[in-house]
């Protein structure tokens, strides 16, 4: 599934608070995939434990934020496909 496409998906956008931290989180994971200039700042933000704004992203797409956390943190997320 392409990030437009995840975007545009009903169940996913039940309010536009959680479109803005569905599009926040995806950015910050693409940062630290991608070792951009912001990196650090993306780690720390999905570090947190506390960070109330993952967790709920997390778990509007039905994932646990603590094991969806380790398993960004550990590089799991795919590269992206050529188009």
């Known amino acids: 599934m392409q990030i437009d496409e995840l975007l ?3 169940r996913l956008l039940r309010s536009r608070i ?3 931290w569905l599009r ?3 950015d910050a994971i693409l940062t630290l995939r991608n070792q951009g ?3 650090g700042q ?15 992203v997390c778990e509007g797409m039905g994932h646990e934020p ?6 960004i943190l550990r ?5 992206p496909r050529d188009q």
């Open 24 to 26: 926040v989180t995806l």
């Open 42 to 56: 993306a780690r720390s933000w999905i570090e947190d434990p506390e960070n109330m704004f993952f967790d709920m």
């Open 37 to 39: 200039v912001y990196a």
């Open 66 to 71: 603590g094991r969806l956390r380790k398993w």
């Open 75 to 79: 590089g799991k997320v795919a590269e």
């Open 8 to 10: 545009e998906h009903k």
């Open 18 to 20: 959680f479109e803005l």
